[in-house]
């Protein structure tokens, strides 16, 4: 196949869309190293059908709905505006409560409302959680670290700069000990990902837009062709992601 017919290809592969947070259209061209937690499982073990339940960027709620939690004490919110659309129809006839969240983390709940917080891969701020946490409420949260995808990332941008690789498990420790919440269960790992075509890669870069700042298939194109040449080598493209767990109590006075 030439350059030409490569480019045309690649651009169609941009225009597929993307819903929810549902990787299921690349689920057989790439692979992740399974991480050595569980996080459905540490959440299971803090769920109760009697707890008030919160769960902070909920995407499309595929997750959420998979812990079969009562409707009636489910409560989530969510940033990216396709998503709330989509929550408004999906989740909020359920009777599951929907609280849109801005770039501030505001949390549109009252204090001291919920038993267990959790939190996969979206922004938070510790005073808010806390706020909302009842005492001796759990938060746990995953998220992905200040260093993932590096390589990826400096391979398709050129003079990438990450914005936040002092974000780690340590870091973010430390300021939930500063607000008075006692960390009960921590980890961190740096799992492999592979990418065996370009479609995949494509449809990925395109999502996680702020590790890929202004990318697409016409302004990267050289750098799409030398993914493409290790794709041809190796049979993959290599990458490394960035993740960490935290489980923590709110330690406050009541």
Known sequence: ????????????????????WDFSYIKDSWENETLPWDYTEIVKKYLSSDIELLDMGTGGGEFLLSLHHPYEKTSVTEGWEPNINLLKSKLVPLGIKLAPIGDDDIIDFPDDH???????????????VKRVLKPNGVFITQQVGGKNGKRLSNMLIPNFLPNYETFTMKTVKEV???????????????????????????????????????????????????????????????????????????????
């Open 1 to 20: 196949m030439n350059i030409n017919e490569l480019k045309k290809e690649w651009l169609e592969y941009e225009k597929v869309p993307f819903e929810g």
């Open 176 to 254: 939930l000990n500063e607000h008075k919440f006692k960390t009960v269960f921590a980890d961190e790992y740096f799992p492999y990902q592979k990418f065996f075509k370009m479609e995949a890669l494509i449809y990925y870069v395109k999502v996680i837009e702020w590790e890929f700042p202004g990318f697409n298939v016409e302004g990267h194109f050289n750098q799409l062709l030398n993914a493409y040449h290790e794709i041809t080598k190796n049979g993959y493209i290599l990458n490394y992601e960035h993740r960490f767990v935290i489980v923590a109590v709110n330690h406050k006075e009541t």
């Open 114 to 128: 919920f038993d267990l917080v959790i939190n996969r891969h979206e922004s938070f701020r510790v005073e808010e």
